[in-house]
Nanobody, 125 residues
Framework: QVQLVESGGGLVQAGGSLRLDCAGSGLILNKHNIGWFRQAPGKEREGVSYISASGGSTYYADSVAGRFTVSRDNAKNTVYLQMNSLKPEDTAVYYC??????????????????WGQGTQVTVSS
């Protein structure tokens, strides 16, 4: 059974940092592209960051570029999203997802095959 489990969310003040973890079971994450998405109340799910299966390519939404960093620890079968200089507009439920089919990551949530349950990130002003 494939599972992606996010952790690391919480409440933080603006300017603070959080690290989100996406741990995989039943799936070797370094064989697949992994995406981080977020969804705020009343808004559509949006892509935040993506990392290729090899880890050699990373992508960021303009809204988080320079503040967020995606990385892998293959030994732990985990993908991380380090979030620095957080802003209130970063408040959302954050999800990780695995894409089993494409050569490079995509920003479309429809292309991802497995999703975690999400973790809440709240940034206070």
């Amino acid at each position: 059974q494939v599972q992606l489990v996010e952790s690391g969310g919480g409440l933080v003040q603006a300017g603070g940092s959080l690290r989100l973890d996406c741990a995989g079971s039943g799936l070797i994450l370094n064989k697949h592209n992994i995406g981080w998405f977020r969804q705020a109340p009343g808004k559509e799910r949006e892509g935040v960051s993506y990392i290729s299966a090899s880890g050699g390519s990373t992508y960021y939404a303009d809204s988080v570029a320079g503040r967020f960093t995606v990385s892998r620890d293959n030994a732990k079968n985990t993908v991380y999203l380090q979030m620095n200089s957080l802003k209130p507009e970063d408040t959302a439920v954050y999800y990780c997802a695995a894409d089993l089919n494409r050569a490079l990551p995509t920003s479309s949530p429809l292309e991802y095959d497995y999703w975690g349950q999400g973790t809440q990130v709240t940034v206070s002003s």
